[in-house]
Structure formats: structure tokens, C-alpha cells
């Protein structure tokens, strides 16, 4: 069993830069690649950017491309959402997702683990 726990959320001002931490209690990290989702209230969860077990392979959706940046420390069993320049409409519960396999995908149900999500809240 994969426990994921997401910190760093908050409320910011649109323009305003905020990262997502998200740390995984599993013995070999490296084994699983790691998603960011987010949901905004009323709509389906979306995949934001996904990154592959090595950290070698990141990519990330149309919406945030240029903007977020996903990254990952196996040594600290952690996931990373750097987000900067940030929008009202990236508003949402940010969650964490483990996959047990080495390469990312964007869909929420190749996911076989989450984290509780954090909430991020902008500002106009």
C-alpha cells in the first residue's frame, strides 16, 4: 500500500507563484511514476502534468504548459508542482497519484494510488 500526503497549498493572488510537495511512503520510489490532478468544484478531475519513475520524463497539460513544473526527489520520496504565474481558473483540490508502473499517463484511472488533495485558491 502507497500512502500519498500533498502539502502547500493555499490562498494566492493571480500572478503569484506557490509549489505543491507531495511525499510517498513506499520503499523504491523510483518504481512508480507520479501525476498531478486538480478539480475544480462542479467539474471532473484533470490531469495537470505527469512525470516518469527516473524523473528523466515530465510532460504537462496545454493549460498549465510553460507555467507548472513537475519534478521529483527519490531520495526524499517526493513529487514536486512548481506553479507560477498562477490563475483564477487554476482554483481547485490539487491531489498526488502514483501509478506502479515507470511511465506516466494522463488519465486519472491508470492511477492506482492518491493523496487527499491540497486546496489551491487564486485570487483575481
Known amino acids: 500500500q502507497v500512502q500519498l500526503v500533498e502539502s502547500g497549498g493555499g490562498l494566492v493572488q493571480a500572478g503569484d507563484s506557490l509549489t505543491l510537495s507531495c511525499v510517498a511512503s513506499?520503499?523504491?520510489?523510483?518504481?512508480?511514476?507520479m501525476g498531478w490532478f486538480r478539480q475544480a468544484p462542479g467539474k471532473e478531475r484533470e490531469f495537470v502534468g505527469g512525470?516518469?519513475?527516473?524523473?528523466?520524463?515530465?510532460f504537462d497539460a496545454d493549460s498549465v504548459k510553460g507555467r507548472f513544473t513537475i519534478s521529483r526527489d527519490n531520495g526524499k520520496n517526493t513529487v514536486y508542482l512548481q506553479m507560477n504565474v498562477l490563475k483564477p481558473e487554476d482554483t481547485g483540490v490539487y491531489y498526488c497519484?502514483?501509478?506502479?508502473?515507470?511511465?506516466?499517463?494522463?488519465?486519472?484511472?491508470?492511477?492506482?494510488?492518491w493523496g487527499q488533495g491540497t486546496q489551491v485558491t487564486v485570487s483575481s
Open positions: 497519484a502514483a501509478r506502479a508502473f515507470r511511465t506516466p499517463r494522463t488519465g486519472a484511472r491508470d492511477y492506482d494510488y
Open positions: 513506499v520503499l523504491i520510489f523510483g518504481s512508480y511514476a
Open positions: 512525470i516518469s519513475g527516473s524523473g528523466a520524463s515530465t
